[in-house]
C-alpha cells in the first residue's frame, strides 16, 4: 500500500504540473489573441490551438479529478444500500469507468492511426497525431487513477464513509486546530456569533 500511495502522489504532482502549465499557456494564447484582434492583426492559428489546448486541459485535469476522487458522485444513495449491495455497485461502477476508458483509448489509437500524416490547417508543421495523441494518453492516465485511487475509495465504501462527510470532518478539525492557535474557546466564537 505505501508504494500504491508513493506512486499516487507521484502522479498527482506530475498531473498538477501538466494542468497548471497548459492553464498557464491557454490563458497566455487567448491574451495574444485578444491584444492582437485588438489592434487588428489577429494570429490565423490561435482558434485551433487553444481548441486542442482545452481538449489537452480537460483530459489532464479529468484524470487529476480521478485521482483525488473529485469526479460528481452519489455517495448518500450508495452509503443508504446494505453493505453487500453497495460493494457490488462500487465494483460495477469502478469495472465501468475503467471499460469505458480502455474503449475510449482503444478509439483513440485508431484515430491516430487514421490520421496518420496530415497536419494542422493554420500550423502545418504540427502533426495531427501529435494534437490527437492526448485521446490515448488521457484515457490511460484515467485508468491509472482509478486504479491508484481504488484500494482507499472501495475502503471508505465498505465502512459507509462518504467524501463529503470526510471533506466536513477534515474542515471542522482545521477550524478547530485554527481557533485554538488564536486562542479562541466555543463560547467566544458563539457570543461573536450573536453579535
Known amino acids: ?39 487588428g492583426r489577429t494570429p490565423s492559428w490561435y482558434d485551433e490551438v487553444a481548441a486542442i489546448m482545452l481538449v489537452w486541459l480537460t483530459y489532464y485535469a479529468g484524470a487529476l479529478a480521478a485521482l483525488k476522487r473529485g469526479h460528481i458522485g452519489v455517495d448518500g444513495v450508495l452509503r443508504a444500500m446494505p ?48 494534437t490527437q495523441s492526448v485521446i490515448p494518453i488521457g484515457s490511460a492516465l484515467f485508468v491509472i487513477a482509478q486504479l491508484l485511487s481504488m484500494p482507499s475509495y472501495l475502503a471508505k465504501v465498505r465502512q459507509g464513509v462518504s467524501r463529503e462527510e470526510e471533506e466536513i470532518r477534515q474542515a471542522i478539525a482545521e477550524a478547530e486546530r485554527e481557533n485554538t492557535q488564536a486562542g479562541l474557546t466555543v463560547d467566544d466564537i458563539t457570543e461573536n456569533n450573536r453579535s
Open 1 to 39: 500500500m505505501a508504494f500504491v500511495n508513493r506512486l499516487s502522489r507521484w502522479l498527482e504532482t506530475l498531473l498538477e504540473i501538466i494542468t497548471a502549465f497548459l492553464m498557464v499557456t491557454l490563458t497566455l494564447v487567448v491574451l495574444y489573441a485578444v491584444v492582437t484582434r485588438y489592434i
Open 83 to 130: 453493505l453487500k449491495m453497495r460493494m457490488a455497485i462500487s465494483y460495477l461502477s469502478e469495472a465501468l469507468f475503467i471499460g469505458f476508458f480502455l474503449i475510449l483509448g482503444w478509439a483513440g489509437l485508431v484515430v491516430l492511426d487514421v490520421m496518420q500524416g496530415m497536419a494542422l490547417i493554420t500550423l502545418r508543421w504540427v502533426p495531427i497525431t501529435f
